[in-house]
């Protein structure tokens, strides 16, 4: 192979790589946006916790199932973080076989086909422990004071 063929062989793969990035970039976006949501539930749930060891009998079965709903809604974040990773390395492994297909003799298109469709169900599965999570969160809003009982 001359320079030009190889050049362009390269410059293909690089545009080939393009799609990938982009979706890269925005599974790090979500990965950002549900650590942050994690966060705030391990800091609500330190809170809790506090309270929880200095209450009376009275407010703490309250307390303690707040404190279930934030255990549920971490394990749901930490799938989906989890699950977000993978995918992230998943599509970066597709980029890298993508670049490296510019000096391999034989296709890679099998193996990419498969990891993308690995990555794109990684992905979905996330995404719905991530709208489990945004449903228990809700679920347990409590929105104005909290009425005593008579």
Do not use: W
């Not at 549900?34 to 800091?43: E, F, H, I």
């Not at 506090?50 to 809604?73: G, M, T, W």
């Not at 990773?85 to 391999?104: M, Q």
């Not at 809700?138 to 008579?150: C, D, M, Q, V």
Request: charged letters at 15%.
């Amino acid at each position: 192979m001359d320079a030009p063929t190889d050049i362009a062989q390269i410059a293909h793969s690089i545009q080939l790589s393009l799609a990938p990035v982009f979706l890269l970039s925005g599974i790090v976006q979500l990965l950002g946006v549900l650590t942050n949501r994690l966060a705030r539930a391990v800091d609500r749930a330190r809170t809790l916790e506090d309270q929880h060891r200095l209450a009376n009998h009275i407010d703490a079965p309250d307390l303690a199932y707040q404190l279930e709903l934030l255990a549920k809604r971490a394990r749901l974040l930490n799938g989906a973080i989890t699950l977000g990773t993978v995918a992230a390395l998943v599509i970066s492994l597709i980029v890298a076989l993508l670049f490296a297909s510019a000096f391999i003799s034989f296709t890679l298109a099998v193996p990419v086909a498969a990891l993308f469709v690995s990555a794109m169900l990684t992905l979905v599965v996330g995404l719905i422990c991530f709208l489990v999570e945004v449903r228990v969160a809700t679920f347990a809003l409590r929105i104005g004071p909290k009425e005593k009982n008579p």
